[in-house]
């Protein structure tokens, strides 16, 4: 009988082990500054709603939960950047004093963002999808989900100094044996959609050296 108890919990700590070995996540490729681009300082836009086309007909039912994303990924971004003296924030009462219409590019608002603040470095965060959990940590019936992505550029030569974009929806790790070291991180229960973002800010930005916080 201990033979065969023995034998059991071999196999529970082999199937863990497998699983924390499938759950490891390749490192992202290193990107380095640009030695020919000094940036005087950031500043961060508001974030912004592009619904992808496939997910147009879902996202019609969830705007408030796209509106409540973006206020979200708002205060992230300020809590993100709150040790950089170099970051600076424009409001969105402030953008639309600056923009002209709806027919200006993206470059062009940046452009204009950039003299308003004096900052050749612009930050622009564009949001996708924001769906909350429904359940609490441990009985979620439907599960957190969020994409968005981001992009710094360099106003005066027009070049995108970092990019990226997170996109994920949190799955249990039956469902996913991949899953296993986030859900051990987040000690295996569901998190909500802002956890999610955060989550997913600080690893996209953390990817750009210019987006670093202190000590990274």
């Given at each position: 009988?201990?033979?065969?108890?023995?034998?059991?919990?071999?196999?529970?700590?082999?199937?863990?082990?497998?699983?924390?070995?499938?759950?490891k996540?390749?490192?992202?490729?290193?990107?380095?500054?640009n030695?020919?681009?000094?940036?005087?300082?950031?500043?961060?836009?508001?974030?912004?709603?592009?619904?992808d086309?496939?997910?147009?007909?879902?996202?019609?039912?969830?705007?408030?939960?796209?509106?409540d994303?973006?206020?979200?990924l708002?205060?992230?971004?300020?809590?993100?950047f709150m040790?950089r003296?170099?970051?600076?924030?424009?409001?969105?009462?402030?953008?639309?004093?600056?923009?002209?219409?709806?027919?200006e590019?993206?470059?062009?608002?940046?452009?204009?963002?950039?003299?308003?603040?004096?900052?050749?470095?612009?930050?622009?965060?564009?949001?996708?999808?924001?769906?909350?959990?429904?359940?609490?940590?441990?009985?979620?019936?439907?599960?957190?989900?969020?994409?968005?992505s981001?992009?710094?550029?360099?106003?005066?030569?027009?070049?995108v100094?970092?990019?990226?974009?997170?996109?994920e929806?949190q799955?249990?790790?039956?469902?996913?044996?991949?899953?296993?070291?986030?859900?051990?991180?987040?000690?295996?229960?569901?998190?909500?959609?802002?956890?999610?973002?955060?989550?997913?800010?600080?690893?996209?930005?953390?990817?750009?050296?210019?987006?670093?916080?202190?000590?990274?």
């Amino acid at each position: 009988m201990k033979g065969v108890q023995k034998i059991i919990a071999l196999a529970v700590v082999g199937v863990f082990l497998v699983i924390g070995g499938c759950g490891k996540k390749e490192k992202p490729a290193t990107i380095a500054k640009n030695p020919n681009i000094v940036l005087s300082c950031i500043g961060v836009l508001p974030v912004t709603v592009k619904v992808d086309h496939a997910e147009a007909d879902q996202a019609v039912g969830n705007g408030k939960e796209l509106q409540d994303g973006v206020l979200v990924l708002d205060k992230l971004l300020q809590k993100q950047f709150m040790a950089r003296e170099d970051v600076r924030f424009i409001s969105s009462a402030q953008m639309n004093g600056l923009e002209e219409g709806d027919t200006e590019d993206a470059l062009s608002t940046a452009q204009k963002a950039a003299g308003f603040l004096s900052c050749n470095g612009i930050l622009q965060v564009t949001l996708h999808r924001y769906r909350q959990r429904v359940g609490g940590k441990y009985t979620a019936s439907v599960p957190a989900s969020v994409a968005f992505s981001y992009r710094l550029i360099d106003v005066n030569s027009k070049t995108v100094l970092c990019s990226g974009r997170f996109d994920e929806t949190q799955q249990s790790v039956m469902a996913n044996l991949y899953t296993f070291n986030s859900a051990r991180k987040r000690g295996f229960t569901w998190i909500t959609a802002e956890e999610l973002a955060r989550e997913g800010m600080q690893e996209k930005f953390h990817e750009c050296p210019y987006l670093q916080q202190p000590g990274d």
